[in-house]
């Protein structure tokens, strides 16, 4: 049973998107006893609904429901819930920052996103953050409990098209990789100045070599790393430094 609809368009409103286990087929049910669940999500309508559908499910038992960031700082060390539902957009601190000073004072705490964002600099945040799992609001409900089953069991439930954002991004990081690793020695030296902001000038007299030379490893890195600019070259070179 999904959760129930407000009368008004809202969008955080459950709609059908099944989440993507990544480390389990299927799911993997939970270790024997209550999967205990702390909830940290300022929508009150969302947040209620949440812990009326967790707390109803057998096997579930909702621990507490925070509406901030800092209430959650302050109570969820006590209370050591196998896994925890984190929204981003939070008042005052964000879920990404309270989830990663969660981590840091409990690092084995199981901390599961649902949010509304879909952009990859929030996915990757949380992840790197230390995220076990990353839903989108819309997931049925059914999802959301079935993945909080599977973070409890060890797994990294995702939103199907949050998942394939991960994967994106490996495969162009594994690009960016391969096309650094075709520049010769002196142009990874040129292209690490140019990164450091020095102008080809300096970089001449950095290297001991002509303005000239200097020119002609800019154009090759260039065409190796199939950009246009200064810019582009250190965006593709930054992630290795």
Not at 171 to 185: F, I, V
Request: aromatic share 4%; proline share 6%; charged share 20%.
């Amino acid at each position: 049973m999904g959760l129930p609809e407000k009368s008004t368009q809202d969008p955080t409103k459950m709609k059908n998107e099944p989440a993507t286990p990544l480390t389990s087929k299927g799911g993997s049910p939970p270790p024997t006893g209550l999967v205990r669940v702390a909830i940290v999500e300022d929508d009150d309508w969302l947040r209620g609904n949440l812990e009326q559908e967790i707390g109803q499910t057998p096997g579930f038992k909702v621990l507490q429901v925070f509406r901030t960031a800092e209430s959650a700082l302050t109570g969820l060390p006590a209370l050591q819930p196998d896994v925890v539902l984190m929204d981003i957009n939070l008042p005052g601190m964000n879920g990404i920052e309270c989830l990663r000073q969660l981590k840091t004072a409990s690092p084995s705490l199981q901390i599961l996103m649902l949010t509304v964002y879909e952009e990859s600099e929030q996915i990757f945040n949380s992840l790197l953050a230390g995220a076990s799992g990353y839903l989108l609001k819309r997931t049925a409900t059914s999802q959301i409990i079935e993945s909080i089953s599977q973070v409890r069991a060890g797994g990294s439930p995702m939103t199907a098209n949050i998942a394939r954002k991960v994967v994106q991004y490996f495969n162009r990081m594994g690009n960016r990789a391969s096309e650094c690793d075709r520049l010769s020695p002196r142009e990874r030296e040129v292209l690490e100045l140019l990164a450091q902001g020095d102008a080809y000038k300096q970089i001449a007299e950095k290297l001991g070599v002509s303005l000239e030379t200097v020119r002609m490893n800019v154009k090759n890195l260039y065409t190796k790393l199939h950009v246009h600019s200064r810019g582009e070259a250190v965006a593709k070179w930054m992630p290795r430094t």
